[in-house]
């Protein structure tokens, strides 16, 4: 069965450091997604991705996030310099289609822990 | 904006109990609504959907019904075992992204 995948499962990284987070969605998935949960809190939305550009995005979504598809596989979220509350468990997601009867389908996850 | 808000867990029962785990709405209009299961370790899976008013998800035994009059989507079991220990997060779509509640943790014991 076809899965999202992400690597690192956890990165631990000094406070004012780049890290990049890697998803390979699903092969014939159009759109892309980026969640987040920090410890005990509720999952948020991040960024939607489509056809090569932003679709949406959050106001957590700052000028630190960057996302990328630089090939035909991956999806990757940058945080060009990292800050404490930058921890967290961060989740991507694909879906096939534009409508909701599309299932989201997520990874497993990145713990991302800064020090 | 919308938003979702669900029960404070955790939520404790013993095997083959009732489960209940209560999840409201608020959105313009009438979004898809969903229900998540996050697993010890693993990620996001989803449970079961609704896509209109009255319909009713249904997967692994969990139910829960599109109620658009108490704007709800309240998940339930007949008979928890000890394997649906999980953290269950109520969602809904949003021009295409997911809104979650804060989850609600299940402990099932035997």
């Known amino acids: 069965e076809p899965e999202v995948t992400q690597t690192p499962s956890h990165q631990v990284t000094q406070m004012g450091q780049e890290v990049i987070l890697r998803c390979v969605p699903i092969?014939?998935?159009?759109?892309f997604y980026w969640y987040r949960q920090i410890l005990g809190q509720k999952v948020e939305f991040l960024v939607s991705?489509?056809?090569?550009?932003?679709?949406?995005k959050s106001e957590i979504f700052d000028d630190q996030f960057s996302v990328e598809r630089p090939d035909g596989s991956n999806f990757t979220l940058k945080i060009r310099s990292t800050k404490l509350e930058d921890s967290a468990m961060y989740f991507c997601?694909?879906?096939?289609?534009?409508?909701?009867?599309?299932?989201?389908?997520f990874g497993p996850g990145t713990r991302l822990t800064v020090l | 904006g919308d938003s979702v808000t669900q029960m404070e867990g955790p939520v404790t029962l013993s095997e083959e109990a009732f489960l209940t785990i209560n999840c409201t709405y608020t959105?313009?209009?009438?979004?898809?609504l969903f229900w998540y299961v996050q697993y010890p370790g693993e990620g996001l899976q989803l449970l079961l959907k609704?896509?209109?008013?009255?319909d009713k998800g249904s997967n692994k035994g969990f139910e829960a019904t599109y109620r658009k009059e108490t704007t709800s989507f309240h998940l339930e079991k007949g008979s928890v075992q000890v394997s649906d220990s999980a953290v269950y997060f109520c969602?809904?779509?949003?021009?295409?992204?997911?809104?979650f509640g804060s989850g609600t943790r299940l402990l099932v014991r035997p």
């Open positions: 997601a694909s879906r096939g289609g534009r409508s909701s009867y599309n299932e989201q389908f």
């Open positions: 092969s014939n998935h159009l759109y």
């Open positions: 991705f489509y056809n090569n550009e932003i679709s949406e």
């Open positions: 959105a313009t209009g009438y979004p898809s």
């Open positions: 609704a896509t209109k008013a009255d």
């Open positions: 969602a809904l779509d949003s021009s295409y992204k997911l809104i």
